[in-house]
């Protein structure tokens, strides 16, 4: 199977049967550039169990609001319309995730974490974006697991066995990482450019060429949270860290100390948000 065909693939997983269908029509909201915050609120609003998710993941550790947003105008409102349609994407994925992968809604949440807290440690704007990105990352390996899930979990299997990481075996079977396929369904649905580079640079950071520094940040998350342990990214290794990376975050060593008793605060508070609609 060439590239061409392969993104054929990957950017048609909202038309599987195996997808539900309410996130079919999240997918036809988010992927219209020209949807206006009233129309996703509006959107939103007319499901009960959406309303729930939004909310509780607005107050998570993911954004650090803890608890202050209390109706979806005001998320809406306060995080901005690019922030709230990646959000609206990632908490109706939180299900196929988990059961494509268990542990990788964790992983991802975790990553979305740490992600905004060294964005904030960095003074980056909008760091809520950037825990869009992270939380939306590895969007690649539900793409992957959904179009072809024998042939997926047999990569996963192998990535113990074989001693490899994943985004290797998944280079050596389809010819394209999880975060490459990221980046095609993000362009697919319209999300902004800084958006896909982050998803799509996230183990490369430094191919980004507009937004380096905060791929850089969701790179350093996704280190870190696989450092910790916290979900599960698809195999049991830790990937290094890129030197170019570090040297565009330019942390002290009392930065990362800050940054990783933050991460801990916040995670260790965050076992309500890890399934949000329970």
Known sequence: MD????????????????????????????ENPRTSLSEIGSFISKDPVLVSRVLKVVNSPIYGFSGRISSVNQALLLLGLSIVRGMLFGVSVFEIMEKTMVGLWGHSMGCAVAARIIAQKKGLEEPEEISVAALLHDIGKVAFSLKFPEDYGALIGATAERKMFLFEAEEEHFGVTHAKA????????????????????????????????QTAVVHLADVLIRA???????????????????????????????????????LAGSGDFLFPDE
Request: negative net charge; hydrophobic residues 40%.
């Open 182 to 213: 990221g980046a095609w369904i993000c362009e697919k649905w319209n999300f902004p450019r800084g958006l896909v580079e982050m998803i799509g640079y996230h183990h490369k950071p430094h191919l980004s060429k507009n937004v380096p520094v």
């Open 3 to 30: 590239a061409r065909e392969l993104r054929n693939h990957i950017e048609g997983i909202n038309a599987l049967p195996t997808i539900p269908g309410a996130l079919r029509n999240i997918v036809r909201v988010v």
């Open 228 to 266: 910790k342990g916290f979900g599960f990214g698809g195999d049991n290794f830790v990937p290094p860290l890129s030197q170019s990376a570090w040297r565009l975050l330019d942390l002290a060593e009392e930065d990362l100390r800050e940054i990783v008793c933050e991460v801990d605060e916040a």
